[in-house]
């Protein structure tokens, strides 16, 4: 992709930000960079580079600096006091072509030259205090906490030129920089406009509520959602944004609404993130914002709490509203009301109002589940639809079921019985044992921390591309590591299912037919799990289970039972 001509970002603050190279300079500088090492970086630092680069991060003009960054922990403030509450750094390993005063070329996964590093500062950061400053508690079940766990243990810092934006081949029409995106909103002719963020297809209630906010404040409504990278397990991009081009084309005023797209990688980081947002959506042209009850929460911590509570954003995006220049505008609970065919909120329902209303769960469990239409009061038809094509019954979706427990205590055996019921009730099921695995897809691999990890990622994987495609999975692997497996968890997504084979060490020790054990108590293995190499059992597995009075076949039937109870094995 060639940048006709480099954009001029007018961020909250009023300074300008200008980081893309200009047209003339591009062949040149591109050739400059294949010369210069190079780090491919992830998913989230490439959404990141993009919207530094176009000015929605303003008035950050970069990676984060040591200082910023500290401070960001500290205070939510940059050094210089102007407010930002999420850090935006350059997390890599440090290696032989990292110097201060060098360069290094930023390429995609696709091996894409998108920018070019000046590196003026490398500095440590520690997972554990981010995760406690930023998101509240350190805890893996977080699962961009989960995710840390492999960044880089140094961030960069420096002038930064971006020779190119991250090339996008969908929905290109309704992909649009700030500056455009203000420039079709003032050409509505309204002083106020009211953002909404969204990660999630939109019914009926929530049409309901956004066009109701917008007509609130007599202005103009963005519907802002974000397709970068959100909660592990949401539903795809490609789907929510069809839901939503079909909205706003069929139920929407279209001078009074606008759909545009926001490449945005997500933190889930609650109270701090609905700040972070509203910054954001400001430098978007929004001057309110719609927050959620638990706005951006990432769900249950390992102990099944809430990380944060349910207005907490909204209460923090208060505070800073008038710093920021954004109003909030609460998500406050709507149902339907059945004699009037309309939507109101809880708080001002007439006395004896007959209502309905529908859970999240209950989309994905009671109708998308078993195959049934939402009926036409919750979401509008053309929007079922395009749920129902994109998420079929239970029974046809992917599955993946993951045990994990010490050398010996079940993992294989319990798995091998599963697979013989689920195929004797029609389920194709695929095993990545992790004895098997290493001989073929990790081959090669050692027992170091790191050799581990990556093999568990490696099936973690294949198992995510065989969820995706409608398959069931059974994993079997030590998997010692609870963050690990939590990025795992991520990686699946939904049809994800920990099983810990909780079977005692002295158990398993003494029914080793292998001698394993016996060898790594002589010294004679190195780095055994269990006796010199830690295992961290899980705090909140979806199955616990154990061999020591429990015969295989048992735990088995316990497991199909309840995937048929979920309705993802059908019952005869």
Avoid at 107 to 125: G, K, M, P, V
Avoid at 231 to 256: A, C, F, M, S
Avoid at 293 to 311: I, K, L, M, N, V
Wanted: proline fraction near 7%.
């Amino acid at each position: 992709m060639i940048i006709e001509k480099a954009r001029l970002i007018r961020p909250y603050g009023g300074e300008l930000v200008n980081l893309l190279v200009p047209r003339e300079e591009l062949i040149e500088k591109a050739a400059y960079a294949n010369s210069l090492p190079y780090i491919q970086v992830s998913s989230r630092v490439v959404c990141d580079l993009e919207l530094l680069a176009v000015g929605a991060f303003s008035p950050l003009h970069g990676f984060m600096n040591a200082a910023d960054y500290q401070s960001v922990l500290d205070t939510m403030r940059l050094a210089d006091g102007t407010l930002f509450p999420i850090p935006i750094t350059l997390p890599v390993e440090l290696g032989s072509d990292l110097a201060i005063g060098g360069e290094i070329a930023l390429r995609d996964s696709r091996n894409n030259i998108l920018a070019i590093q000046t590196i003026e500062e490398i500095y440590e950061w520690n997972l554990e205090e981010m995760a406690r400053k930023v998101f509240g508690k350190f805890d893996a079940r977080h699962p961009i906490i989960a995710e840390m766990h492999r960044w880089g243990k140094v961030n960069i810092a420096g002038p930064i030129e971006v020779l190119q934006l991250p090339p996008h081949l969908d929905f290109a029409e309704i992909r649009r920089t700030p500056a455009e995106t203000r420039r079709l909103l003032e050409s509505y002719g309204h002083d106020n406009v009211v953002a909404f963020q969204t990660r999630n297809p939109l019914h009926r209630v929530h049409e309901a509520l956004t066009k109701r906010a917008a007509a609130d404040i007599d202005g103009v409504l963005l519907l802002h959602p974000v397709v970068g990278m959100t909660q592990p397990g949401d539903v795809d991009h490609y789907t929510r944004v069809r839901v939503y081009k079909t909205l706003i084309d069929n139920y929407y005023e279209p001078d009074r609404s606008l759909l545009s797209l926001l490449p945005l990688a997500m933190r889930m980081a609650g109270p701090r993130e609905a700040v972070w947002h509203a910054i954001i959506r400001r430098n978007y042209g929004a001057n309110h914002l719609i927050v959620g009850r638990d706005h951006a929460g990432p769900g249950p911590d390992s102990q099944g709490q809430p990380f944060y509570g349910p207005y907490d954003a909204q209460d923090l995006v208060m505070d800073y509203a008038d710093e920021v220049g954004v109003q909030p505008v609460p998500f406050t609970e709507m149902v339907y009301l059945e004699e009037e065919d309309r939507y109101e909120e809880s708080a001002k329902l007439p006395p004896g109002a007959k209502t309905r209303k529908i859970s999240g769960t209950q989309v994905r469990e009671d109708y998308l589940g078993n195959g049934l239409p939402l009926p036409p009061w919750f979401s509008r038809p053309e929007v079922a639809r395009i749920l129902a094509d994109s998420y079929p019954p239970s029974h046809r979706r992917g599955v993946c079921l993951w045990f994990t427990g010490l050398s010996g205590s079940g993992k294989s055996t319990t798995a091998e019985h599963i697979v013989n019921l689920l195929l004797e009730k029609g389920r194709n099921v695929t095993v990545l044992d992790g004895d098997v695995v290493r001989t073929h897809l990790s081959k090669g691999l050692g027992f170091s921390k790191e050799d581990r990890d990556i093999n568990i990622r490696r099936i973690g994987y294949v198992a995510g591309e065989i969820v995706r495609h409608g398959g069931m999975v059974i994993c079997a692997a030590i998997s010692p590591y609870r963050a690990t497996r939590q990025d795992v968890r991520n990686l699946v997504g939904k049809g994800f299912f920990e099983i810990h084979m909780a079977t005692p060490l002295e158990f398993v020790e003494a029914h080793d037919v292998k001698g394993l054990y016996a060898k790594a108590r002589r010294g004679e293995i190195k780095g055994f799990t269990g006796i010199d190499d830690p295992y961290e059992p899980p705090l909140n597995p979806d199955f616990t289970l154990t061999a020591e009075d429990s015969r295989p076949e048992d735990n088995a039937q316990l497991i199909v039972d309840r995937l048929i109870e979920l309705g993802y094995v059908r019952a005869d």
